[in-house]
């Protein structure tokens, strides 16, 4: 017998299945089912923080335009699940096809994710994207992998 733990952590497996989904078809209609509206982000690039699904989606265009082709990986998704509140954390990478120039293989970071349970369904209200860096040179470190 399923219980509601387990049945709660296969729903967020799926949405975030979902992400990789959107990314990979350049699909902001998919990835805006995804967050709630009054997500917040504190994405790679600046600003610190950006509040809302408009700001959320702005950057996954900025993407989409970067890109001719996406690709999108996450590995090794750690989740803790209550009823109504759950996090998780994984190492992602978004690589592709430049738009106009050559393929990359993208860089390794570090993802965490805030789900909520509104409405009887999952949604993102909190995610980070990081970096570690290096502290002397002030540098991100790039070349990590898993």
């Given at each position: 017998?399923?219980?509601?733990?387990?049945?709660?952590?296969?729903?967020?497996?799926?949405?975030?299945?979902?992400?990789?989904?959107?990314?990979?078809?350049?699909?902001?209609?998919?990835?805006?089912?995804?967050?709630?509206?009054?997500?917040?982000?504190?994405?790679?690039?600046?600003?610190?923080?950006?509040?809302?699904?408009?700001?959320?989606?702005?950057?996954?265009?900025?993407?989409?335009?970067?890109?001719?082709?996406?690709?999108?990986?996450?590995?090794d998704l750690t989740l803790t699940v209550g009823d109504e509140v759950?996090?998780?954390?994984?190492?992602?990478?978004?690589?592709?096809?430049?738009?106009?120039?050559?393929?990359?293989?993208?860089?390794?970071?570090?993802?965490?994710?805030?789900?909520?349970?509104?409405?009887?369904?999952?949604?993102?209200?909190?995610?980070?994207?990081?970096?570690?860096?290096?502290?002397?040179?002030?540098?991100?470190?790039?070349?990590?992998?898993?």
């Amino acid at each position: 017998m399923t219980t509601r733990r387990e049945k709660n952590e296969a729903e967020i497996r799926g949405r975030i299945g979902e992400i990789v989904e959107g990314l990979r078809a350049k699909d902001l209609e998919a990835l805006k089912r995804l967050y709630s509206t009054d997500i917040v982000s504190f994405d790679i690039e600046s600003p610190l923080q950006d509040v809302g699904i408009e700001a959320k989606l702005r950057n996954w265009a900025k993407v989409f335009t970067l890109f001719e082709r996406v690709d999108y990986e996450l590995r090794d998704l750690t989740l803790t699940v209550g009823d109504e509140v759950a996090f998780g954390h994984a190492f992602g990478r978004l690589s592709g096809t430049l738009a106009g120039g050559p393929a990359t293989g993208g860089t390794w970071v570090r993802v965490t994710f805030g789900f909520r349970k509104i409405g009887g369904a999952w949604w993102i209200t909190h995610d980070q994207v990081s970096l570690p860096i290096d502290i002397q040179s002030g540098r991100a470190m790039t070349g990590l992998e898993p």
